[in-house]
């Protein structure tokens, strides 16, 4: 079975730059997750997906981060514009559903870096 | 607040050592997962135990969740287990999302 996939793995990019991270999770799952991993830190959830349908995107600074799951597959999740703060590791996951009762499953992750 | 504490938040072994990593929680949960994480950010699934206990090789895990902590146990311990151990857990109330905790680094020298 295929895990989640991400991409690109590495990105540098400008501050004010926009940049684009994208998700395909595993075969199945409904619910799909994006979360922030700031060195020396665990991930916090960015947004939360169940299909094609926000659950929750309390934690989403939403006057420059926006992401979508059109389809209710892959995910992409954009950055503009981008800030020396964003700086982290943006992991995608997936679940069967998204009652929190199922495992979650990471991708690689993207490591971003803006300068 | 919801928390999620991990002790201890560094821990070096010598190559064939044991250890334990704890992780105490807030409330009543209905997901936990150990996580490992690789050098290259790779988040390893470990084990998902809300409750019970489970064992995968040299490493067992355990979850008392009436008592709100789980613990996890690295038997007979090699270089390769070095990284970051992350416990992560789910709330009732809190829709599908894992709140991680800060994790342990663990070295483990030759």
């Known amino acids: 079975e295929a895990g989640v996939a991400q991409s690109p793995r590495y990105k540098i990019i400008e501050k004010r730059q926009s940049v684009a991270f994208w998700c395909n999770p595993i075969s199945g799952h409904a619910t799909l997750y994006w979360y922030q991993q700031i060195l020396g830190q665990g991930p916090k959830l960015l947004i939360q997906?169940?299909?094609?349908?926000?659950?929750?995107d309390s934690q989403l600074p939403k006057d420059r981060f926006s992401a979508e799951r059109l389809k209710g597959v892959d995910s992409t999740l954009k950055i503009q514009p981008a800030k020396l703060e964003d700086s982290a590791v943006y992991l995608c996951?997936?679940?069967?559903?998204?009652?929190?009762?199922?495992?979650?499953?990471f991708g690689p992750g993207t490591r971003l870096t803006v300068t | 607040g919801i928390q999620v504490e991990q002790s201890p938040p560094d821990l070096i072994l010598q190559e064939g050592a044991n250890s334990t990593l704890r992780c105490n929680f807030s409330?009543?949960?209905?997901?936990l997962q150990w996580f490992h994480q690789n050098p290259w950010g790779q988040l390893i699934n470990l084990f998902y135990?809300?409750?019970g206990t489970k064992q995968n090789g040299r490493l067992s895990a355990t979850t008392v969740a009436t008592e709100r902590y789980s613990l996890l146990y690295i038997s007979s311990s090699q270089t390769t287990d070095s990284g970051v151990y992350f416990c992560a857990v789910g709330y009732y109330n809190q829709g599908g999302k894992l709140i991680f905790g800060q994790g342990t680094e663990l070295s483990v020298k030759p």
């Open positions: 996951a997936s679940s069967l559903v998204g009652s929190g009762a199922y495992e979650q499953y």
């Open positions: 409330d009543s949960v209905n997901n």
């Open positions: 997906f169940q299909n094609n349908g926000v659950v929750d």
């Open positions: 135990i809300p409750s």
